[in-house]
């Protein structure tokens, strides 16, 4: 569908070159589902830009032009218009054709549970609904490239899964592939490529549960700072986050040594390890690593 190869962009700063994407290369597929992850400044939002052809890169090569739509993190819709008169006008703008309008609003309603709405000004709605409205109208294009930037951002659980039901729908009815920028790990999570960014470069990739089985463990046992001494797993890796300290082992000795600890009334708890452990030891600033 479209590939990017050695791909680079910088942006002047105080007289300098300052690099936003670095050597980035990557290639997306019809109804894939990829998420870029890592801190502010890794480049996600220029990384999408580019995508969305609204950046041009400084170097590097581009092979491909889908239809591409975006969702901001920002509603891109007028408060004042109804659900349908802003996916309406948005569909005349970009040149879909009058008699299919209608029917192309129709069928994106019903994947976004949106019919009864249909005609409720924008400005009515409540934030997920309103993003689900925003997402319908990116829809309207027939895009085969959605990106996404933060699209859940400040939604409650139940409207950020109502969001990633429809995005769900429109991989699978229309074959659309989807781009996520997110700090929301268990977002990523449910992503067939997860893309770690730092300083602009792709550090990783790779589906969440490869990354989480590089970790060497596959449970975490989670006890407070203040007991960590208490805590003994010789052939745990061990790192610290925060005003916590966490211990995982791949091996039932997790278990064991919890039981332990609840005998000597030390709080603790047990998990299984996740993408947020992943990112924790590649970005944050409060995490070290520290051998057992």
Partial sequence: MIELHNI?????????????????????????????????????????GILAGTLAP???????????????????????????ENATIFARVFGV????????????????????RA????????????????????AMTRPELLLLDEPTSGLDRTSQAAVFEMLESLR?????????????LSEAESADRVLLLRQGRIIRE?????????LGFSHVLHVTAGDAEAVDL???????????????DSSEAIRTEADRLF???IPVATRAANLADVYDIEFSSHTSEVSA
């Fill in 234 to 248: 010789p052939d745990a890796v061990k790192y610290a986050r925060g005003g916590e300290v966490f211990f995982g």
């Fill in 263 to 265: 005998e000597q009334d």
């Fill in 119 to 138: 005609d409720d000004r924008v400005g009515s709605l409540s934030g997920g609904l309103a993003r689900r409205a925003d997402i319908l109208r990116a």
């Fill in 206 to 214: 790779g589906s969440a549960e490869s990354f989480v089985a590089e």
């Fill in 58 to 84: 400084d170097h590097g090569e581009i092979i491909g032009r889908p239809r591409v739509s975006v969702v901001l993190q920002t509603v891109a819709l007028d408060p004042l218009l109804t659900i349908r």
């Fill in 8 to 48: 680079s962009k910088s942006y002047a700063s105080t007289g300098r070159s300052r690099p936003a994407v670095q050597g980035v290369s990557l290639t997306i597929r019809p109804g894939e589902f990829l998420a870029l992850v890592g801190p502010n400044g890794s480049g996600k939002s220029t990384l999408l």
């Fill in 172 to 184: 699978k009815d229309h074959r659309v592939a989807i781009v996520l920028a997110t700090h929301l």
């Fill in 97 to 116: 054709p009058g008699d299919e309008i209608d029917q192309r609003f129709e069928s994106l309603a019903r994947i976004a549970t949106l019919s009864d």
